[in-house]
C-alpha cells in the first residue's frame, strides 16, 4: 500500500501551529469519546499513537502520517472551540488542560528524559507487535501514569464508570492523553502560545477553514 504522499505546499508557521493544536484537540475529543461511549474514530486514534511513537519525525508533516486529513477530528472541533460553538464542555477542559501540563512538562529536565528514554524502548515494542498492539498501549499507559500523572495537576477525565474500569479502557485513555502532551509539545515548539489563543483567535480560526476547505 503506497504511504498517503506528503502535503506538496509547505505549511508557514502559523498552518503548523494549527495543526498541532489540533492533534491537542483530537486527543481531547478521544478521550471524550473513549469515556462516554467505549469507541473512537479509529483513524484519528491510529494517528494519535503513531504522532507518540515518532519521537524523531522526518518532518513536521510526517508526524500525523503526512495529510492533515488525519487530523480531520481535531481540525474540526478546533474550530468549534474557536468559534465557540464547542457543545462538549469536557472536551475543551481537556485540551486546555494538556496544553497546561506540557508547560509542566517542559519545565521537568529529567521527565522529559524519561519519557524520551523509555519512548525510545516503547518504539521496539511496536516494531515488534505493531503500533496499536495492546502490549505497545499498556506500555504508553503505563508510562503516562508514572510520569505526567504524577504531577499535582492531574486531569480528571469523566464518563461512564464502567467503561472507565474496563479492561485496557484506562491505558488507551492514558496513551491518548500522553498523545496529546506530545501535539503542545509540539504546538509550542512551533511558536504556539497560550496568550495567543486569545489575541489570535480569529488568525487561528481562518488557517483553520483553508484546511478545512482541502
Not at 494517528?47 to 518532518?59: E, F, I, K, Q
Not at 519512548?119 to 510520569?147: P, W
Not at 469523566?158 to 472507565?164: A, V, Y
Request: overall charge positive; hydrophobic content about 40%.
Amino acid at each position: 500500500m503506497n504511504p498517503t504522499p506528503i502535503q506538496s505546499a509547505p505549511l508557514d508557521s502559523n498552518g503548523r501551529q494549527a495543526l498541532a493544536l489540533a492533534g491537542v484537540f483530537q486527543a481531547a475529543t478521544v478521550v471524550d469519546q473513549l469515556a462516554r461511549t467505549g469507541q473512537c474514530d479509529e483513524r484519528a486514534w491510529n494517528t494519535l499513537v503513531r504522532a507518540t511513537l515518532d519521537t524523531d519525525p522526518a518532518s513536521f508533516e510526517s508526524i500525523y502520517g503526512g495529510h492533515h486529513n488525519n487530523l480531520r477530528l481535531g481540525i474540526d472541533t478546533l474550530l468549534a472551540v474557536m468559534s465557540r460553538q464547542q457543545a462538549q464542555p469536557a472536551v475543551m477542559r481537556y485540551g486546555f488542560s494538556m496544553v497546561l501540563l506540557m508547560q509542566k512538562l517542559r519545565d521537568d529536565d529529567a521527565m522529559m528524559s524519561t519519557l524520551g528514554q523509555r519512548l525510545g524502548r516503547v518504539q521496539g515494542q511496536a516494531e515488534h507487535f505493531g503500533e496499536t498492539h495492546e502490549n505497545v498501549i499498556a506500555s504508553l499507559g503505563e508510562l503516562y501514569q508514572e510520569t505526567l500523572s504524577t504531577f499535582r495537576y492531574r486531569i480528571v477525565v469523566q464518563g461512564e464508570p464502567s467503561l472507565l474500569q474496563s479492561r485496557m479502557m484506562p491505558e488507551r485513555i492514558r496513551t491518548t492523553l500522553l498523545a496529546g502532551v506530545r501535539f503542545a509539545l509540539l504546538w509550542h515548539q512551533q511558536g504556539g502560545r497560550r496568550w495567543r489563543l486569545i489575541f489570535q483567535r480569529g488568525a487561528i480560526k481562518r488557517t483553520l477553514r483553508e484546511l478545512d476547505a482541502h
